[in-house]
């Protein structure tokens, strides 16, 4: 049986990289995200995050600034050139950030796991065979995801936030 390898940290950073940070585990799990919100930030079809929990994203250089938009994700930004370093979306608050991978030194290292909001993706997008997909949001089914999100939001005293996230209703 050949066993996982150790996990290398993943750095990452904004454009003009006044702000850099690393994520200290892996990820609770990487998702691509075909809602409106994030084809709008993205400027993209899609945006693929990873989620993995705030106190696990270490800031090496820099001090991002929050922003909180109406009706959306509190944003950490850059104070120098206004990037999006992460994110927190508003069912989960602020236990569990989101990081575009786009965002990492190396963010080939993370494919896709689960798609969510499939309902308005571009037609001409394909998913891969295999991968779990959502026509809004969902469980994807990866027991540790669940449980390091869950562990997340209790100790943030938000456990009930799990149930707003899985349920699939959320609008895109």
Not at 83 to 109: C, K, N, Q, T, Y
Not at 154 to 162: F, L, Q, R, S, Y
Request: glycine share 12%; with cysteine; aromatic share 6%.
């Amino acid at each position: 049986m050949d066993a996982d390898p150790p996990f290398v940290p993943l750095a990452g950073g904004c454009r003009c990289g006044q702000v850099r940070f690393r994520l200290e585990t892996p990820p609770i799990i990487t998702h691509c995200c075909h809602c409106h919100l994030c084809q709008k930030t993205s400027g993209a079809p899609f945006r693929v995050n990873l989620m993995i929990e705030t106190e696990r994203l270490s800031v090496l250089d820099g001090e991002p600034r929050p922003f909180q938009g109406a009706n959306s994700h509190k944003t950490f930004r850059c104070p120098a050139c206004g990037l999006s370093v992460w994110s927190h979306h508003p069912h989960l608050g602020e236990a569990i950030a989101f990081v575009g991978v786009g965002m990492l030194d190396e963010g080939e290292r993370l494919a896709p796991e689960v798609h969510y909001f499939t309902r308005s993706k571009h037609p001409w997008v394909v998913l891969p065979p295999g991968v779990t997909a959502f026509e809004a949001l969902g469980d994807p089914g990866k027991a540790e995801a669940r449980a390091r999100i869950e562990a997340a939001l209790a100790k943030a005293g938000a456990g009930g936030a799990m149930r707003a996230w899985t349920r699939g209703g959320a609008p895109d």
